[in-house]
């Protein structure tokens, strides 16, 4: 009896890899004799193996999808894909099932110990294989400017389920995950720790994504790869100029001149005293500074006559 594999298993020439596999795990749950043993399920169940095999081997299925069915049992031309002899299925769709699924009997023990009545249905082994995986645990990972400047390694203790040798009943374990901070991450980075989530029986683990945050520093924020730091200035300085010390995140001290007359919206940028850009190693972001006049809260008669004599209009026309 001629066979059509990709009819048996329900799929198209085009058909990948993957897709060849997942019909293969679908149809053979489906058809396996001890959940179908009558009717003519032990037959496509051994239709299905043999389907399985020839179109899971590139030489097999290149033979079959040239010259049929005919030129796997009789045996394609000499030499060609490196097929020299007629292909014979040997029959023994257990031991295909087998090595696909790893067990023998998916329906074998189908009870199991239940906490709330007693024994109560083990998962099959389709519901296994198509576990789902819990969703992702976020947790914040708080650092310092400092720390993101420099960068830094972060040992971070996490507690969790884990399956005892048993496979159904848990412990709770502690473990230490180190996340190595790279300098410059940015605020929102994520670094995920795959399936180190709560283990059970019926679970894949949660991925454990750490989330950076920054903590509130006193000198500086960011802004993009630039660090912002706001200067309080007096009226005097804002008007004479000034020289803005400054601590930066690795403990060097920047004394920056400032001779301009600052203006409402006036920046004075540093070049190459930002942070870190990650994705480009040896080079940094700008430092910005920002001012805040401070006005004095009120004036003497006398004081306000020397302003206007050094700001009135006759100063500024010689000014000009």
Known sequence: MKS???DVLGLKQSASVNQIQDAYRRLALEYHPDRNPSGDAPSKFQQVAEAYVVLSSAKLRAVFDNFGEEGLRDGA????EGFTEPYVFHGDADAVFREFFGTDNPYQDMFAPNDEFGFGPKPSLAQQLHRKQDPAIEQPLYLTMEEVYRGCVKKMRISRTVLNDDGHTTLTKEKILTVKVKPGWREGTKITFPKEGDQGPNNIPADVVFVIKYLDHPRFKRRGNDLVHTT???LVEALCGCIVELLTLD??????????VIKPGFQKVVAGEGMPI???P???GNLVLEFHTEFPRNLSDDRKALIRQALGPSATSEAK
């Open 282 to 284: 040896g080079q940094r």
């Open 278 to 280: 990650t994705k480009l």
């Open 251 to 260: 403990g060097r001290k920047l004394s920056i001149p400032i001779n301009d």
């Open 4 to 6: 059509d594999y990709y």
């Open 232 to 234: 309080h200035i007096t």
């Open 77 to 80: 031309p000499q030499g060609y």
